[in-house]
């Protein structure tokens, strides 16, 4: 009950540290992303996969609307876990950022130097008052000198390089798959497969088509391309994903 | 107890997550949606079917003053549910950015462009301090090269896009009523008859024809078009909706 | 208790949702309406009928400056109820509108324009921080494209049309009173004794001419016209509202 | 205790509403003119009269110094009652207000509009956050097209117009006074008489000459004139107010 | 304590009322010149005095480094007493007040005209938020039109005009001091003596001509004059104000 | 309980002193530092040493994405503990003042001025409102007129210069560590051993190649250095600060 | 108990008076100043002494980087003790002063004006919102006219000229010890005596040369020196200050 209390008089402002030296909105902004479905990222020799759990709330409601992987550049891609308006706040931020690389010194702009642009602004709504932390979580890969890279921002603004990482629901249980399942010799197809079958290991190990997101970046074409549902049909067939039946899951991904 | 007063401490600030990641004006946002009379939408192959109840609290009340669908664009309509001030606030952004979108592109504003324009909007009033969120929902419905689309924002600034959805009062009982009515090939006709049924059967499957409006947009003519009150009348006899006697409710739709 | 409590929680803050997705401040505002005596507005085929209460606090206050009814513009009037101060800020935006609408089109501004100009100025208090939203009433008549209109906006900033409609004190009794008399087919004559016999209506059946404003708007001439108090007074006796004795009422209009 | 916690919610708020649809600091404002020492306005066929009631602290202090009216323009002079400081800004911001007319019109600024004037700036400091309220009443007097006006301003920025008025500590006994002897026909003389009379009414019916201030505004010279300290002893001693013995009251106006 | 409770819930604002009328912050300041050490002002047939206490709280501290007593122009002067930094911000503003003064009209400033200068610059501080009030009161005294004049700012940013005050410590003494012996036909000299007397009365009527500062303004010079040690020294004597011994007071003048 | 109490009252508040005058939000963004992992930097006559912990939550997070030490100039070099993001924020802050330099004064910035550069970015954020302090402790190290050099920055804004110093987890024993085994006339490879050795000595005087960054800037060449992975394995080999088996630590730097 | 719970009602905010008149958040600034080592200054007829007592928390710690005397111009110092970053910022405001007026006049500043500039910016901090007051005390000597001054700025903005003063922890007692042996004819090297003296008295009458930093401001070179370490151990000597032992103390100074 003390410990309670005392936290509650540092968590309601915005920009405080703790006693301790915390900073609680941050913590309740990752919280946030927590509560969102999980995405997943893999690099590979070949490539960075990145996937996304997508399962819909209602089956009158468009799968594609639900958007969990968004293209930020023609060699990299975003996914995204938590508050999903706030996601497409940063998403539209990296695609600007990425469209004055361009324009700016005629080239694309680097995977690691845009997430760092992202995580910049991030930090920004964590330090200086008048606004919330962003409640998200992206996963940014792409190509960058013939390299596939994955990074991660959290919501404290922090840049983390992975070879293979999840964000958003279970994480730890999904980040433990991973772990115990990532090779560094993966090839790009085996990379989708540990992406499907690192977000079916907290879904009864089970995926419908339209349920996930898949996209990759590879070194040879340096292109974001979004599989399409026969792709991932097949991934899913070839993982041993099939759902058994259909899932009538009342997901809240915000 | 314990909890209620914990849950009191977070969601007194506009801009701030509470312990478990949630942002509770938002949620109550939704619930001032809640407070609104339903609209309904609903996405047949020949166009978009657009429906709102807007029985009025008063005899003496001009039936078209309860303003619940509005044209947003030659090719594209809003229906809302909620806060009615709030929603011509966003209705009017929406016409801007259409209007913009003519005068700088030569041409219609895609439905996907003018619906993710708006919730970008709404997403700035949960974010930055200053304001409190939109209390209101809003569909917007149109045609985008041939095609029906049917988005769906909410207080949170999410887009959603649905084959057919509710907001407002009622809307789980709503929704299920569509879930399990809706089919993919509906004529425009049968599009008409489910939203008027889906909105009638919150209230006795009665409904009068100056208490809903009832808007589409087809594929064909690509416009915005409000049935007549005679047109409304036809379609509710013709889906045995009359009303028995003439209701005295006392809606607050606010 | 626990009820009262949880209110106080919430209703402070000027521009927050409470959990049932209410906004306390607009309420309360509502609440500043029904303090204010009451104006009565009758929509008649032959014209618009603004009546206002204006019984005085003292025998020595002029009566013709406790200001219940404005000319907005030529052809369009505005009655109000509430905060007497608030109520002279709105108006006077309105007749900028109008001014403005006629210099920039060089036509008479529409009523429903107008109405509208003015809620979506009073909305803007109710959800932008640093100010509180506007504690008054208004009822707007005129004529536009030869027809009778008659408009309510209320603190929330939503506009209603009404063919009858009463603002401030007594309202629910007041608006019986209209519900139960009005016709459609009422002559402007019959207009104006249906307003002020429903003002009496609340008053023991008793009018001064002194203490209450009527101003017409006919669709023949389309213009604003204040009854001279003898004018009022041959209404009163038509129908028959004298006062038998002179009342010292103490009404507080603020 | 109950009511007064419940209050204590809602009165520390500059711009809020209480729940019942109060403006609590606007009504502590007036209590800050009730702590002024009264000051009365007395209108009269033949001009206005302005007489203020300005017993001092200290024989030591400067009678004059202690200002209740003020010239507000060639024709026009303002009596003012509590917080000093603030009436000096607004009668500082009467006089900018006429001099601009006189500028831009080439003519006297009609009292009427003056006082309009002084209530919108007064109402903004009621509703715009960052200021509190002006914790004073002006009543402002002169003479326009010919005829006598006289008007009251209160801290909610409401004008009212009077034939005779009093502001001020014991308001209502002063007022009481002024509705049992104000008669239609008085002369100007009569009228500094009543003024004088109902000041004195409040103070034993004594009054120094050095402890009032007395202008009028005739419609003859239509000039702010302030009495001298001789003419203010005759009116005393005509109306048989001499005091028997000298005050030594602790006076606080403010 | 009821009592008590309650004014703790509206001193806390800085500008806002209290139930009863009050503006506590202002009081509070009020507070804060009694904290200072006491000046006095006294105006003569031939000018104006300015007597100031300045006991040191060390011996090592350079007298003239306390400082109360400032020239604002050749023909002015100020006493001050509260807090000594705030003090000193008020001079600034007078001086560059009668700076602009002799630019712009090419004549000395009034001293009326400067002291409601330097008030209506003291009620800002009162009335908008984002700052405190002053925590000084001012005595300004100076020739105008060949007649001394002496002037009160207190934190409200009221003007008053004296014979004699005295402001700070022990002000209702001191002023009782000055009401006694005042007489209107005091010469300059008479004048000198009577402000160093008024300010040994608390003193156990003893001063040290270095804990006392004192300045003339006469009618025939015109000009701010401050008397040197010597010449106090001779005031001290002929007014029988030799201290006994020398005094090791802990004077805390802020 | 009653010191806990008090010292809650004072420490939510971003930028107030408490009663003895303490600045707690700084005490506590102090705390944010000790819960990053520790860096250290030594000073030796042949140029400085900078070395951090970095040890990696994840086996699949890359080590290299780990930020402690920065380079922030051909010849100066940044280490940090404490919150990753706000330490970039910092670093950004620096480069850029160091380019400013080159560009105005066409020289290397001197290390000193840089550091205080650095610090009174730091103060601002500690005394204006509206942001919270900087949570993240830096060392810069670097040579300026071929003396090296090495500072620290707290979050109070104060710059410290060192011959040896750690920041961060476990900083009292570190800097024990440092105390007793630093000699002045150390050479760089001496010095870096030390470093190294400091950083083990709260780890089971163990290290992991890929668990620490180094990096050196030489009077000789006056550049930024940083060690590979071999060159570190070599120093960890010679001070015999091999790990015995692989550490699964759960190291949360923020 | 009751007197404290009073206490903390007035002490939170930044910029308001308590009943009392007093400013908390000042006198807590002033705790900032008793929480640092002493400076203190001595006014000799030869010139000004400035000492510092900087002790340093660690050996490792450059005794040079404790600054506590500074360099404000040719021909003044500052010395600082208190919140050691605020200091900073405070040296460098008035060495842009300094400059500025070289620049402006073609002279050096006087030591009065630029204490006095420096104040007026200190006292801004203590009455306009949303920063907090400066938590430090200057001593700020030089010469001025072919004289030695000597003034110390406090929290609060007040300036203070002093023959010998000290600021800092235990102030009192060296305040004691300055007044038992301050005289008017100090020669120089007699000041820098007794400033060591003074320092020392706190400390077991023992000081170390790289413990204390001292300059002087001589009427004859009218240029800021700072004595060597050889120097001050020569007059350490020859005041029998050397410490017995080397103390290990672990001083605070922000």
Redesign the interface.
């Known amino acids: 009950m003390q410990g309670q209390a005392?936290q509650?008089?540092?968590?309601?402002?915005?920009?405080?540290?703790?006693?301790?030296?915390?900073?609680?909105?941050v913590e309740?902004?990752?919280?946030?992303?927590?509560?969102g479905t999980a995405s997943v990222g893999v690099r590979t020799a070949e490539g960075v996969v990145l996937a996304a759990d997508k399962r819909s709330r209602?089956?009158?409601?468009?799968p594609?609307?639900?958007e969990k992987i968004h293209k930020a550049d023609d060699h990299a891609g975003i996914a995204s876990a938590g508050?999903?308006?706030?996601a497409?706040?940063l998403i539209?931020f990296a695609r600007r950022q990425a469209q004055v690389n361009r324009l700016r010194y005629g080239e694309a702009v680097g995977i690691e130097t845009l997430t760092?642009n992202v995580?910049?602004h991030?930090?920004q709504?964590?330090?200086?008052?008048?606004?919330?932390?962003?409640?998200v979580a992206l996963l940014i890969g792409g190509v960058e000198n013939g390299e596939p890279r994955l990074?991660e921002t959290d919501p404290?603004?922090?840049?983390?390089?992975?070879?293979?990482?999840s964000i958003g629901a279970d994480r730890s249980d999904l980040?433990e798959h991973?772990?115990e399942n990532?090779e560094d010799d993966l090839t790009l197809d085996e990379g989708v497969g540990l992406a499907l079958r690192t977000i079916a290991s907290a879904n009864d190990d089970e995926l419908a088509a339209d349920g996930v997101d898949v996209a990759t970046i590879t070194t040879e074409s340096e292109a974001f391309v979004e599989l399409t549902n026969d792709e991932i049909s097949t991934y899913i067939a070839d993982n041993d994903l099939e759902p058994s039946e259909e899932d009538d899951e009342d997901g809240d991904d915000?």
Chains 1, 2, 3, 4, 5, 6, 7 share one sequence.
């Open positions: 005392q509650q008089a540092y968590d309601r402002g915005i920009t405080i540290f703790s006693p301790d030296g915390r900073l609680y909105q309740y902004a990752r919280e946030a992303v927590k509560r209602s089956p009158l409601m468009e594609t609307s639900v508050h999903v308006a706030d497409r706040q539209d760092k995580t910049d991030i930090q709504y964590t330090q200086v008052g008048g606004a919330r932390p962003f409640g990074y404290s603004g922090t840049p983390y390089e992975w070879k293979a990482v980040q991973l772990e990532y915000e």
